[in-house]
C-alpha cells in the first residue's frame, strides 16, 4: 500500500479550465524514491498535473495522497511536496544562501536550524563555495543548482521538477541531467520530473508516463516504452519511426502506396481489413547493394541524405514517394554514396503493427517531418 513516506497517487483525477479538460481522470501510482517522469507535448497536462501536486490548483475530480494521506484539502505550504520550477526565479539582490534560506525564515525556523539547513542543502548541490554570490554573478546551471537547493532545504519527501533544465543550453543540460539524478539516488527523494524531451526521460527515469490529451498513453520503464510501445503515438514520440497506413493483413499490412510488410509482433491485434498503421525504427531497416536472397520486406531506395552523428550515419532514402529514415552504425562496411541505389530490408520482428485511431495519424505524420 501507498501509506510509505515518499509514495504519491493520483485517483480518477480530473481538472477542468472552463470546457476544457486539461487532465482526464487520471490514474497514477508513484513508489517512494522512484525517479518518475510526465513526458508529453506541449499542452498535454504535465504542468497542470504537477501543480496539482503541488497544491496550487484543486482538481475537479478525484483523490491525490502523498505519503499515503489524502491532500485535495491540504494547503500548498503544509504539504511535504517542493517544486523547482524552470525558471528559477531567485531573488536577485540576496546571495545564495538568503535565497535558500528565505522559506525557512519566513515560517519562523530558528537561525541556528536554517544555518545548519542551508549549508546542508548547498552541500548536496555542491554551492557550498558560492554561498555569497548573487544570481547574477553565476551561470544558469549554477542558478538552478541553487534553485534545487531552495526546494530540498524543506526537507521534502517529494520533490517536483516542471522542466527544470528547459532553459539551459544542450551541454550543460546533459551535465545536469547526470547530476541531477545521481542527486536524486543519493538522496532517495521521490522525484516526479516533468519534461517534454524524450532523451531527457529516457535517460534519467526509472519509469516514464507518456501523456496525451490529458491521459496516461503508456506508463513504463524506458527500455519498455522502447521496445513495446501499446499505440502508434508512443511509437513515433519515444525514439523515432518510419511510418505507412495502410490496411491489415493476416500476417501484417499493406500500405496505401503498395509496400507489404510482414510483422510478427503486432502491438495490439488489427482485424483484418481494418486501417493500421505499420512503424519500423530507423535502426531496424538494414541497407546492401545485394538484393537480399530471402526474407520479406525488401525495398529498392535511392539515398536521398546522409548526415554524421558520431558514432551512426542517418540516411535518408527514397522509396517511390516517400522518404524513410535509416540509421546506420558508422562501422558498417556499407556506406552508400548520395544517389546511389540500395537495398532496404527489415526483419518481421521489427515490425510493429497498430491499429490506426485518427489522433496516432494525425502525430505520426507530424514525427516524419
Ligand atoms: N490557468 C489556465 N487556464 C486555462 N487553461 C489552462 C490553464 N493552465 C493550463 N491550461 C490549459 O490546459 C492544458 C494543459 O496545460 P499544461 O498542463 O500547462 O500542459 P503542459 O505542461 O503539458 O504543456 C492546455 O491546453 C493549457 O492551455
Ligand atoms: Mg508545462
Redesign the pocket.
Known amino acids: 500500500m501507498a501509506s510509505e513516506r515518499g509514495s504519491v497517487e493520483l485517483v480518477n483525477v480530473t481538472k477542468m479550465?472552463?470546457d476544457?479538460v486539461?487532465?482526464d481522470s487520471m490514474n497514477l501510482s508513484i513508489e517512494p524514491g522512484e525517479f518518475l517522469s510526465l513526458l508529453?507535448?506541449?499542452?498535454?497536462?504535465?504542468?497542470?498535473?504537477l501543480?496539482m501536486l503541488a497544491g496550487f490548483e484543486q482538481p475537479d475530480a478525484g483523490h491525490i495522497r502523498v505519503n499515503g494521506q489524502e491532500v485535495q484539502n491540504v494547503p500548498s505550504y503544509k504539504r511535504e511536496v517542493n517544486t523547482v520550477f524552470q525558471h528559477y526565479a531567485l531573488f536577485p539582490h540576496m546571495t545564495v544562501a538568503e535565497n535558500v534560506a528565505y522559506g525557512l525564515k519566513q515560517s519562523g525556523t530558528p537561525k541556528s536550524e536554517i544555518a545548519t539547513r542551508v549549508a546542508e542543502a548547498l552541500d548536496m548541490v555542491q554551492m557550498s563555495k558560492l554561498a555569497e554570490r548573487r544570481p547574477r554573478q553565476m551561470s544558469g546551471g549554477q542558478q538552478q543548482r541553487v534553485a534545487v537547493a531552495r526546494a530540498l532545504v524543506n526537507r521534502p519527501s517529494v520533490l517536483l521538477l516542471?522542466e527544470p533544465l528547459g532553459a539551459l543550453d544542450r551541454k550543460l543540460r546533459e551535465e545536469m541531467q547526470i547530476e541531477l539524478k545521481l542527486l536524486q539516488s543519493r538522496l532517495g527523494i521521490t522525484f516526479v520530473f516533468?519534461t517534454?524531451d524524450q532523451e531527457e526521460a529516457m535517460s534519467m527515469s526509472d519509469r516514464i508516463a507518456i501523456?496525451l490529451d490529458?491521459h496516461i498513453e503508456q506508463l513504463g520503464d524506458p527500455e519498455t516504452v522502447y521496445e513495446h510501445p501499446s499505440s502508434a503515438f508512443v511509437a513515433g514520440f519515444i525514439g523515432r519511426n518510419n511510418f505507412w497506413q495502410g490496411t491489415a493483413t493476416d500476417n501484417g499490412a499493406v500500405a496505401d502506396d503498395g509496400t507489404v510488410f510482414v510483422a510478427t509482433r503486432p502491438e495490439e491485434h488489427v482485424p483484418t481489413g481494418q486501417d493500421a498503421l505499420a512503424a519500423v525504427r530507423p535502426e531496424s531497416i538494414h541497407l546492401s547493394h545485394e538484393q537480399p536472397q530471402q526474407g520479406s520486406n525488401i525495398v529498392r531506395a535511392r539515398v536521398s541524405g546522409i548526415s554524421h552523428f558520431g558514432d551512426v550515419l542517418q540516411y535518408v532514402v527514397t522509396v517511390g514517394e516517400r522518404d524513410l529514415l535509416v540509421l546506420s552504425p558508422r562501422s558498417l562496411a556499407l556506406r552508400p554514396a548520395l544517389g546511389d541505389e540500395v537495398w532496404c530490408s527489415w526483419a518481421p520482428e521489427e515490425v510493429y503493427l497498430f491499429s490506426a485511431r485518427q489522433a496516432d495519424v494525425v502525430m505520426a505524420e507530424a514525427h516524419l517531418d
Open positions: 479550465f472552463g476544457m486539461a487532465v508529453g507535448p506541449s499542452g498535454c497536462g504535465k504542468t497542470t498535473t501543480r516542471d516533468v517534454h501523456m490529458g
